[in-house]
C-alpha cells in the first residue's frame, strides 16, 4: 500500500457556490478536527482592474467556475468528509465505483497557484512599449514619460521620465499608469501621415 501525502484535488460544486462550498468545508475541517488531513482550500479567483471612462473598476473573476481546489491527505475520512459537504457534487479525477480520485499533476497546480499570485492582482492596460504614459500615484505623480518594458508578470512597467533634465528610468505598477493625450494625438497624427 503507498503512503498518503499531502495533494491538491479538485472538487466539483455548484457553479456560483465556490465560496459558500469553501466556507461549508472549512467549517467541517474544524469542528471535526481534520487539520491533519486538509489544508488549503482554494476558489481560483482573480482581482482584474479595469479603465472604463477614466474610472477604475475592480473586477473578481473565477477562473474555473464550478470548481475548488483542495490541498489534502486522501484518507477514507477526509474523502468522505469532502464528497458529503453540501454544495459538493464530486470530485474531478475518480472513475466512479468507489474508487478515490487522482490528484492533480504537480505542474498544472504550481501554474494555476502562481497566476493567482495567492492575492495578486492583474492588471489589463491600453499602453505598450512606446507609448507615452502618465504616472497617477507614487513619488513621480502627475509626471509623464515613454514606456520602456512591460513586466506582465510583476505587473510592473519601467517608464523613462525626464528628472532634472536627464532621462531617469522609473519602475511603476500597472496600476498606477494610463495612457497619455500626448500618444493617441502622435497616434491620430500616424493615421493622418498614412492616408
Do not use: C
Not at 67 to 72: A, D, K, N, S, T
Request: net charge negative; no cysteine.
Amino acid at each position: 500500500m503507498s503512503e498518503i501525502k499531502k495533494e491538491w484535488y479538485v472538487v466539483n460544486t455548484y457553479a456560483g457556490h465556490e465560496n459558500k462550498v469553501k466556507l461549508n468545508l472549512e467549517r467541517r475541517v474544524e469542528t471535526m478536527g481534520l487539520q491533519d488531513s486538509l489544508f488549503q482550500i482554494i476558489v481560483a479567483e482573480e482581482t482584474e482592474i479595469e479603465y472604463k471612462n477614466g474610472k477604475k473598476v475592480e473586477k473578481v473573476k473565477n477562473l474555473f467556475p464550478g470548481y475548488l481546489f483542495v490541498e489534502m491527505m486522501m484518507t477514507d475520512e477526509a474523502w468522505y468528509i469532502v464528497r458529503n459537504t453540501p454544495g459538493v457534487t464530486g470530485f474531478i479525477g475518480s472513475s466512479g465505483g468507489g474508487a478515490k480520485p487522482f490528484p492533480v499533476a504537480e505542474d498544472e497546480i504550481d501554474s494555476i497557484l502562481r497566476r493567482l499570485g495567492m492575492s495578486e492582482k492583474k492588471v489589463n492596460v491600453d499602453f505598450e512599449v512606446g507609448d507615452h504614459v502618465r504616472i497617477l500615484d507614487g513619488p513621480f505623480a502627475n509626471m509623464e514619460g515613454t514606456v520602456e518594458e512591460l513586466n506582465a508578470e510583476t505587473q510592473v512597467a519601467t517608464v523613462l521620465t525626464t528628472l532634472f533634465g536627464r532621462e531617469t528610468p522609473a519602475e511603476i505598477g500597472y496600476a498606477d499608469l494610463e495612457k497619455s493625450e500626448y500618444t493617441k494625438t502622435l497616434e491620430d497624427v500616424k493615421l493622418v501621415e498614412e492616408e
